[in-house]
């Protein structure tokens, strides 16, 4: 099975060409302005150091910033409306109440509050208005709204409210977008809404970015399948990612965990990503990113889908070093993809931690003789300095005292020489292109979140019953049914509800089905 990896980057766009578990091929290339032209250069790039045909490729696996950059920059983002299914509950806190009020008014505050919704075992709160629904229906027309986001109180209990709704819509207003909540969230009713309306606002970009990614990899000459990745490590379908761009959020520091897992073979681990900006830190647990268990934000705004406990800190490649009255200052501003025209080493004008590791003699990159100026007391105090920015870093990654190792991936990854906080450092072989080898090799899943009453049900059954609907919806998503497996179980007793109620999220992963 032949597989392409690409991962956009803020520096640079990373590629691999990939034989079943051995990496043929890997090179980067400068992210562009408009980022197409830079995929369509790394695709060439990375079959031309190959020497593959691009008609023996089978898929392609994207991992991309562009939606999270847009909600981020309040950019590209469609008018939506918000529908809640759940009067009389919720009245008090209404869609978006938690939102900045510039996002909020970037997508136009169009908020409406409906009757439905459930209590946390099924039992219905108020039946569906249709007549109320068809009102909500003849506004949204009358402002020229196209994308609406439906949600329903504990709609990953019982998701009919939501689809009946959205069925009404979509006979009322034919063309508009519906994204579901129950599609996208976990339990807990306002982070859900918040995930579900910020995915209605990307699909007009989702549409057009997906469109771009579909004519570089036909410009290749390739006719193999395109999947993107999601912030899980696991992959979705083209299609499926226009109409849920929101869970490609994180996908890239995702990726890069992923890949320094494959390629140090280590399963358990602090994973340190080093690119031309940031630096991401994250643990690994059996092979993938620990997920976060609490509300992430995402440009101010509270989520709660997949997304992987991962912190940046502006330190990479091409951070500026600066000499300030107080010491030596590494980031976060950085000079990102124009590295190759700014850094010293390239004949620049800017001071980068790139130049000051060829200066220290740990790499070699452009004109060692343009940094020979730079001091060796300089030298120490930067590298003294981004060391200890790193072990910072590693120590909040802890959970426990145990002596994990640390896999040190991504271009700036010449940054580190020797151990972190006492731990070994591991560089694996391709560490520079691991975040394109993560996408490259991504599974895909099946994730289910339900509250069970276990006074009718019974804890086995339960479990039961959540593994099966996980595995379904990982066969749904491509998955080869005989290479699933369980990969995470939550079991939290709910105290404060009847019924001896329990909220469980299984998670299964298999490999792409080849047929």
Not at 242 to 260: C, W
Not at 364 to 381: M, Y
Not at 496 to 509: C, E, H, S
Request: net charge negative; proline share 4%; aromatic share 4%.
């Amino acid at each position: 099975m032949i597989r392409i990896g690409i991962d956009v980057g803020g520096t640079n766009t990373d590629a691999v060409v990939m034989n079943g578990t051995e990496v043929i091929a890997g090179v980067k290339s400068a992210t562009t302005a408009d980022v197409m032209s830079g995929v369509v250069n790394a695709l060439r790039d990375v079959l031309a150091a190959s020497g593959m045909e691009a008609s023996a490729v089978d898929f392609v696996m994207i991992g991309t910033t562009h939606f999270t950059n847009a909600v981020v920059q309040r950019r590209d983002l469609a008018q939506t409306a918000a529908v809640r299914l759940g009067l009389p509950a919720t009245a008090s806190l209404p869609p978006m109440v938690d939102w900045p009020e510039d996002l909020k008014q970037s997508i136009g505050n169009h908020a409406y509050l409906a009757h439905g919704g459930n209590e946390f075992d099924g039992r219905v709160i108020s039946p569906l208005d249709e007549v109320e629904l068809r009102s909500i229906a003849r506004d949204i027309v009358a402002k020229g709204i196209r994308t609406i986001a439906i949600t329903s109180v504990f709609s990953p209990v019982s998701t009919d409210f939501e689809r009946r709704a959205g069925a009404l819509f979509e006979a009322e207003i034919p063309g508009v977008h519906i994204t579901l909540s129950s599609d996208i969230g976990r339990i807990g009713l306002l982070e859900r809404e918040n995930a579900a309306i910020m995915n209605a606002c990307l699909r007009d970009l989702s549409a057009h970015v997906i469109e771009a990614f579909r004519n570089a990899i036909r410009e290749a000459g390739i006719t193999g399948k395109f999947f993107l990745t999601q912030n899980d490590g696991t992959l979705m379908d083209a299609s499926f990612a226009e109409k849920f761009p929101v869970l490609t959020f994180a996908s890239g520091p995702t990726n890069s965990m992923r890949g320094a897992a494959f390629l140090s073979g280590v399963s358990d681990a602090i994973v340190v990503d080093i690119g031309g900006t940031t630096s991401d830190v994250g643990s690994l647990h059996k092979g993938f990113p620990r997920q976060a268990t609490i509300a992430v934000e995402v440009g101010g705004v509270r989520t709660n889908f997949r997304m992987p406990d991962v912190f940046s800190i502006g330190l990479g490649g091409g951070s500026h070093v600066v000499e300030t009255d107080s010491g030596i200052k590494v980031g976060p501003v950085s000079v990102g993809y124009r590295i190759k025209t700014e850094a010293l080493i390239f004949g620049g004008e800017t001071l980068t931690t790139t130049d000051v590791a060829v200066a220290a003699g740990r790499a070699s990159l452009g004109e060692a003789q343009k940094v020979a100026h730079l001091s060796p007391d300089l030298i120490d105090r930067v590298q003294a300095k981004i060391h200890a920015m790193l072990e910072d870093c590693v120590e909040k990654s802890r959970l426990s005292p145990d002596p994990l190792p640390v896999i040190v991936v991504g271009g700036g990854s010449i940054l580190v020489d020797g151990p972190l906080s006492g731990l070994d450092v591991i560089k694996p072989a391709h560490f520079g292109v691991a975040n394109a080898v993560g996408a490259a090799i991504a599974q895909v899943s099946g994730e289910i979140d339900r509250v069970y009453a276990l006074a009718e049900l019974g804890r086995d059954k339960a479990l039961d019953d959540a593994k099966q609907r996980a595995v379904d919806a990982a066969i749904a998503a491509g998955a080869a049914p005989d290479s699933i497996e369980i990969v995470d179980v939550e079991d939290v007793p709910l105290a404060y509800l009847p019924g001896n109620a329990t909220r469980i999220r299984v998670k299964a992963v298999g490999e792409l089905h080849a047929g």
